[in-house]
């Protein structure tokens, strides 16, 4: 009997079990009460809570079976656990049965497990958030065993090839992450140049300009450059954008590499105008109109109570939508991946090829070094300076729109 | 009926979690470098299109991510088969050994000889290892000490050598092409040369070397347009593109299959892969498919290897490889460095 | 009035035109792009959609069994695609009386005979082309519609190449996606908007979801990787753990959408139905749930569009390998459609460009329906309150 057969079987064997458990807490509620009383609930309700009784101990137990095989504490054969949940189901059933007299509230009693249950699923997203730290923190902690903080932070060399010197002990300077963070500085700071105006101009325009026609058109045009994945602006970024990059650059006399920053850039800058302008347009619609009336009423044009009013009021939330830009800019790594290069330059020069943090963090773990070497350890090293880089933007952002709803709400 | 169906839900996907620890599987799992990984594909795609069993899945997770992967432990949980372009190291063998890894076999399946191109039009070239090496290295020594390499035009190297400026396109840090380029060019010149400390394989870091990815289309598009550059990559890559570059002949032997396997031609590596014999009678299909991978339809001299611009072993050395690994030979610690 | 001087409502008039130009040109930018990109990639992927078929003799011989490309003449066996050779010998051993027979038919060619008939790069020796040209005149070549992009997976062989495994594979992981993130996403925001105190700890977990939809996949892909790989065990490159990690990604995309579809009901709602005596969960079960449910399906849509067009945490997980048969079952391993696409762009052989671009325009037809189908249902059954 293979495990699958027994989850089968289980699941099988517990759903007529739980509709049986249904019909006996409703039936005997039947039986007892001649005269339903509204506020204790209907005959249903009694059947509902039977039925709970029976899962409720069930999962219990397999929740603990599973974590305790995980932990290695011990791991109960299949069959044993399968009988030993049905024996649990059927003395839930009976123990929930019992309790059920002419008074008992199921009601109140179901509304208690299911409040439980909604609260244990919000509570997911803590654990998730716990489970993304403690997956990067772990093996961070290890890679800055062998390297020190400060020159990961500050050194301004990233050879972790050579790093490891032939006695084994590690020459720490060469894990300078600086042109790594140089990299996907230089390639957020090109997206938000392309992102930022673009956005907000198209937010501008669509809640201040178009006709609802426009718009009609607007609104869903943006959406779908939204909708497209980033694997495929990495493609195009690679393919198409590069080639035309070096192309105009030699036209104007320049030299650009292959796997310039530019491209990636540009790209990831198209990718963020519908965050940008979404972002940019709730906050500017959220703007009273009795602001902009005050303003036209003094016989100001629309760009000057654009320019004067509405974006004053509406600047931090502006502000907040352009953080959480950054951020996506940030940690964007398709992109970065496809068409960014993977050389770590210090450069001031947006038509050299750079590498940054992702770049380096998908190579460590398709590269092509030894498990145990501390390349792959960095990944970690670098994965954590991601998160705390985008925790920080994202919980400012959120800080300051929030205050900004505050002001307006 | 919502409530109970979430309950079921929730307690089916625990107990599919929970059954999946101990799952049997029919497919083969091969994990490991990516410059075997063309070819390996290939195999089983054969193997899939040709037998009854099911087409193994291959993973190109690099040479040292899939001895993480291989070395994890026995069990159909872990892959069968790890590719390599380099041998295990020891310390990886004790690994495995911890996790109850003992009994693998190894392959030696070919070669992959790394190239120095450049533009089809470019006046052809002719280097030595220390011209080459020279052009790369990190810092020269110079009246008993390092300095930084000063050289930025080849005939600085060498008077004989043609007035071009250095501009090497090559292996980034992470990948195997890198460590084979370091460890047949770099290393050796550099204990030839003395002056530098034991093991120096340091490469230069300024404009003359460019790190670029080696599956990347673009390195050939830089190479066609520049006619100054000369990149340095896998032998398979080079045959993909010999419509538009041409090769630099080194110690003045030009690189083909002939000058590959036979080891005249300096630059070049061996590939393997490692299979866990505890496997066989667990995963079916393993035995037929390391039997194909080994048969000269695949490894021989015209077969499928050498399509895919790797170089077979030589005909003798094909047959003690293939009696190694099918006569289930152990890997031994003693054998390793 | 001060500012009546003409010159300088002129100036005002000439800046208030210039703005609205501006204003107008951004959205103009971003539509230009879309129409350039689509372009593009759609141009990159015609070719891919027809694929060369070459007429040639097979001879049904024993030697095939060995060697397959035996079975047609030394001239055209560089021609023709291995894909269809080496099943020769299964065909000849299936029906034996097929030795010794000759029969013509129409074969997959290879991709270099493809790209060159295609008019892009290849690798062709002159003889080959010489032969080829020869062929031409013959009219032993036509295109024909590429079906095997369709209803074959992964090959090695360009001219094989397929889609098939990836979408199926696709299609798992949406699934498993699904199961898991809409029932927990719901019942996470459910909780939050109707039952939640008002306290700190409420208000901590609120600004931890908003920071998870805005955390870079690549960090859902280590913890992936961490959780389910490495903890729980379940198989690298299979679709539960594909899906559960894009699950856990998709997860707070889901609640913030409910919370929001669910907000935008009335109290009234809430206050009729308590005031007749329903508990608080009834109150959610019987009306703010109906209610609320296309708001929910949009951002479940959208949530899931995001989702299967994800590539880096999947690279984490092991889905970026070569499978090339459909997967069976969730546990089995399997690719998906962008990380074909990327593997396929990071392949070296030239002919796999165009199949890119075909992938692209696959999932792109994919992602784009999802899109539509959540806008469709925002606009029939939204209710404005």
Same mark, same amino acid.
């Given at each position: ?6 989850? #089968? ?114 509570? $997911? ?43 084994? !002990?590690?020459? !720490? ?16 700071? $090109? ?43 990495? *493609? ?20 650009? +590499?292959?796997?310039? &920053? ?43 109570? $654009? ?19 950054? !951020? ?24 050299? /090829? ?35 880089? @985008? ?19 | ?5 979430? %309950? ?8 599919? &979690? !929970? ?28 193997? /899939? ?70 533009? %089809? ?160 009678? %667990? ?26 611009? #790797? ?24 054998? #390793?460095? | ?89 299964? +065909? ?99 909780? =939050? ?37 490495? *903890? ?43 005031? =007749? ?23 479940? $849509? ?11 945490? =999947? ?18 391993? @399997? ?7 990327? @593997? ?19 999932? =792109? ?11 469709? #249902? ?8």
């Amino acid at each position: 009997m293979t495990s699958q057969t027994i989850t #089968l079987v289980l699941v099988l064997g517990l759903l007529p079990l739980a509709a049986f458990g249904y019909r006996l807490g409703r039936n005997k509620w039947l039986a007892m009460s001649a005269t339903p009383s509204p506020f204790v609930g209907s005959a249903g309700i009694f059947g509902w809570y039977v039925m709970l009784g029976a899962l409720k101990p069930v999962l219990a137990l397999n929740l603990l079976a599973l974590v305790a095989n995980m932990i290695d504490l011990f791991s109960l054969p299949g069959p044993i656990l399968a009988s030993i949940s049905f024996v649990t189901a059927t003395a839930g059933m009976a123990y929930a049965l019992k309790a059920i007299s002419p008074h008992f509230k199921a009601r109140e009693a179901i509304e208690t497990t299911i409040r439980r249950l909604l609260f244990v699923a919000s509570l $997911i997203s803590i654990f998730t958030t716990i489970g993304i730290v403690v997956s990067i923190l772990f093996e961070a902690i290890q890679f800055f065993r062998l390297v020190s903080i400060w020159d990961f932070i500050t050194g301004t060399q990233w050879n972790p090839d050579d790093a490891v010197r032939p006695d084994g !002990s590690i020459d !720490s300077t060469l894990f300078g992450a600086v042109p790594l963070f140089a990299g996907t500085l230089m390639i957020t700071f $090109i997206a938000m140049t392309v992102a930022i105006p673009v956005g907000l101009f198209s937010a501008i325009c669509m809640s201040e300009y178009a006709s609802t026609l426009t718009r009609r058109i607007a609104k869903p045009t943006l959406e779908i450059l939204a909708g497209i994945p980033t694997v495929v602006y990495g *493609f195009f970024a690679a393919i198409t954008v590069s080639p035309l990059v070096v192309q105009a650059a030699a036209f104007f006399g320049l030299e650009a +590499e292959y796997t310039n &920053a530019l491209s990636p850039g540009l790209v990831m800058g198209i990718m963020i105008i519908p965050l940008v302008s979404s972002l940019a347009d709730d906050v500017i619609s959220a703007v009273p109109q009795n602001l902009r009336e005050g303003s036209f009423a003094l016989g100001a044009f629309p760009s000057e109570t $654009i320019k004067w009013v509405v974006l004053p009021a509406a600047l931090p939330g502006i502000v907040s939508a352009c953080l959480l830009a950054i !951020s996506r800019a940030v940690g964007e790594t398709m992109i970065v991946v496809m068409a960014a290069g993977l050389q770590p330059v210090l450069s001031w020069n947006p038509l050299r /090829g750079m590498t940054t943090v992702n770049v380096r963090i998908v190579d460590a773990f398709t590269g092509d070094q030894a498990f145990d070497s501390p390349e792959t350890l960095s990944a970690f090293g670098l994965g954590l300076a991601l998160l705390i880089t @985008t925790l920080c933007l994202n919980i400012v952002s959120l800080v300051v729109i929030r205050k900004f709803r505050q002001q307006y709400e | 009926m919502a409530r109970g169906f979430l %309950k079921v839900l929730l307690a089916a996907t625990l107990f599919v &979690a !929970s059954a999946s620890l101990a799952q049997a599987r029919d497919q083969i799992k091969i994990v490991g470098s990516s410059t075997v990984f063309p070819f390996s594909s290939f195999v089983a795609e054969e193997f /899939g299109a040709t037998g009854k069993f099911k087409t193994p899945v291959v993973e190109s997770t690099g040479t040292g991510g899939g001895f993480k992967l291989f070395t994890a432990g026995v069990g159909t949980q872990t892959p069968d088969i790890s590719n390599a372009s380099r041998r295990i190291k020891r310390s990886e063998f004790e690994t495995a050994e911890q996790n109850g890894v003992t009994d693998i076999s190894e392959a030696l399946i070919g070669f992959d000889g790394i190239v120095v191109a450049q533009n %089809k039009d470019a006046a052809p070239l002719n280097l030595t290892l220390q011209q080459l090496a020279l052009a790369v290295l990190a810092e020269i020594p110079k009246d008993g000490k390092l300095i930084p390499n000063p050289y930025t035009s080849w005939d600085q190297i060498s008077p004989d050598l043609p007035k071009r400026k250095i501009i090497v396109y090559g292996p980034p840090t992470s990948s195997g092409t890198r460590d084979a380029f370091e460890e047949l060019v770099v290393e050796p010149v550099a204990h030839k040369l003395g002056g530098y400390e034991k093991g120096y394989k340091k490469i230069r870091q300024d404009n003359a070397y460019v790190p670029s990815g080696e599956n990347d289309n673009l390195i050939v598009q830089k190479l066609t347009k520049d006619k100054e550059a000369v990149g340095v990559f896998g032998y398979s890559f080079y045959e993909e593109n010999q419509d538009s570059l041409s090769v630099a002949k080194i110690e003045s032997w030009t690189p083909n299959m002939d000058s590959i396997a036979s080891g005249s031609y300096p630059i070049s590596r061996s590939l393997y892969f490692y299979v866990k014999n505890a496997h066989y009678d %667990k995963v079916p299909g393993l035995k037929e498919y390391v039997e194909l991978f080994m048969s000269e339809k695949m490894i021989g001299d015209n077969g499928a290897l050498k399509r895919i611009g #790797l170089v077979p072993l030589p005909a003798a050395e094909r047959e003690k490889a293939r009696k190694k690994v099918l006569g289930r030979v152990k890997v031994t610690k003693e054998e #390793l460095k | 009035m001060l500012h009546t001087d003409p010159q300088f409502y002129r100036r005002r008039l000439a800046k208030e035109r210039l703005f609205r130009a501006i204003s107008y040109t951004a959205i103009a930018v971003a539509s230009v792009f879309l129409v350039f990109f689509f372009a593009d990639i759609i141009g990159q992927s015609l070719t891919a959609f027809s694929q060369t078929e070459i007429r040639v003799p097979i001879h049904f011989t024993q030697e095939i069994l060995d060697a397959p490309e035996s079975a047609v003449d030394p001239e055209f066996a560089p021609l023709v695609s291995r894909g269809v050779l080496r099943l020769l010998p299964g +065909e000849l051993n299936a029906n034996p009386r097929l030795l010794g027979t000759t029969r013509e038919e129409w074969m997959l060619a290879t991709a270099e005979v493809d790209q060159y008939l295609k008019g892009k790069p290849n690798r062709l020796k002159p003889r080959d082309i010489r032969t080829i040209e020869r062929l031409q005149q013959e009219g032993r070549f036509r295109m024909a519609w590429n079906w095997g992009f369709l209803t074959r997976g992964d090959s090695k062989l360009p001219e094989m190449a397929g889609i098939l495994a990836a979408a199926v594979g696709s299609v798992y992981v949406l699934l498993v996606t699904l199961a898991f993130s809409f029932p927990i996403g719901v019942m996470a925001a459910i909780y =939050l908007e109707e039952f939640a105190p008002d306290n700190r700890f409420m208000q901590f977990i609120e600004v931890n979801i908003n920071n998870l939809a805005a955390i870079p996949s690549i960090l859902y892909g280590l913890l992936g990787l961490a959780i389910f790989i490495q *903890f729980l065990g379940l198989p690298r490159s299979s679709s539960v753990v594909g899906g559960l990690t894009l699950g856990l990604m998709t997860l707070p995309v889901i609640i913030i959408s409910t919370r929001t579809a669910i907000r935008a009901i009335p109290s009234s709602i809430r206050e009729g139905a308590l005031a =007749l005596g329903a508990t608080r969960w009834q109150m959610v079960w019987d009306h703010i749930l109906p209610l609320s449910l296309p708001g929910i399906l949009t951002g479940t $849509i959208i949530g899931l569009a995001r989702a299967i067009g994800e590539t880096a945490p =999947l690279i984490l997980v092991g889905m970026v390998a070569y499978i090339p048969q459909p997967a069976s079952s969730f546990l089995e391993a @399997t690719s998906v459609l962008p990380a074909q696409i990327y @593997t396929w762009a990071s392949d070296s052989q030239r002919a796999f460009v165009e199949r890119t671009a075909a992938g692209i325009i696959i999932l =792109l037809i994919v992602l784009l329906s999802m899109n539509a189908l959540a806008i469709f #249902l925002r606009s029939k059954y939204e209710r404005k309150w």
